[in-house]
T-cell receptor, first 113, second 116 residues
Framework: AQSVTQLDSHVSVSEGTPVLLRCNYS??????LFWYVQHPNKGLQLLLK??????LVKGINGFEAEFKKSETSFHLTKPSAHMSDAAEYFC???????????FGTGTRLKVLA | EAQVTQNPRYLITVTGKKLTVTCSQN?????MSWYRQDPGLGLRQIYY???????DKGDVPEGYKVSRKEKRNFPLILESPSPNQTSLYFC???????????????FGPGTRLTVL
């Protein structure tokens, strides 16, 4: 069965410092992996996606994620946090050929001035 | 503008009073889905539809119904709402044939439902 685990429910960083949001997945087959962001009282916006092409995926707003099959991880990073990055982030797995999506429980990112 | 719309955005109702939350997309997507979001649980899939007249259960379908009579619309029906269905609901769509946005879902703005 597929599953996704976001290892931190809350992360706090200072503005200008690096961001690391951790995600581990479990999938029997080749997964598609996504990171979505949800700003307060807003819908979900796609940050980036991995679909078996390059293992280092670049997304919007300076975010990137690296797919590591050996570690079953898809961690989200950003070199320098901005106040506008404060939001909730969701890691999502979708198995090729299915119509089901599994969301992680989310990581709330707080950016301190 | 390509988008997924939901109505209403906010709804307060009472236990047992039937309600419908509408979802519409203008991207000619075949696939549509409903999720509920609860604190600490992320988003959980309620129902999804692969095409017109084809629907299937997600992970938490109990207490919900859906119908897909037209490609653009996918309403969520609560025949007899209960307080444990108080949640934030999202509709999403995607076109599985579009390789440029492979597997990407587009989400609506959400509907916040409170059942008293």
């Amino acid at each position: 069965a597929q599953s996704v685990t976001q290892l931190d429910s809350h992360v706090s960083v200072s503005e200008g410092t690096p961001v690391l949001l951790r995600c581990n997945y479990s999938s029997s087959y080749s997964p598609s992996l996504f990171w979505y962001v949800q700003h307060p009282n807003k819908g979900l916006q796609l940050l980036l996606k991995y679909t078996s092409a390059a293992t280092l995926v670049k997304g919007i707003n300076g975010f990137e994620a690296e797919f590591k099959k050996s570690e079953t991880s898809f961690h989200l990073t950003k070199p320098s946090a901005h106040m506008s990055d404060a939001a909730e982030y969701f890691c999502v797995v979708s198995v090729l050929g299915t119509y089901k999506y599994i969301f992680g429980t989310g990581t709330r990112l707080k950016v301190l001035a | 503008e390509a988008q997924v719309t939901q109505n209403p955005r906010y709804l307060i109702t009472v236990t047992g009073k039937k309600l419908t939350v509408t979802c519409s997309q203008n991207m000619n997507h075949e696939y549509m889905s409903w999720y509920r979001q609860d604190p600490g649980l992320g988003l959980r899939q309620i129902y999804y539809s692969m095409n017109v007249e084809v629907t299937d259960k997600g992970d938490v379908p109990e207490g919900y119904k859906v119908s897909r009579k037209e490609k653009r619309n996918f309403p969520l029906i609560l025949e007899s709402p209960s307080p444990n269905q108080t949640s934030l609901y999202f509709c999403a769509s995607r076109d599985p044939r579009d390789s440029a946005s492979y597997n990407e879902q587009f989400f609506g703005p959400g509907t916040r439902l409170t059942v008293l």
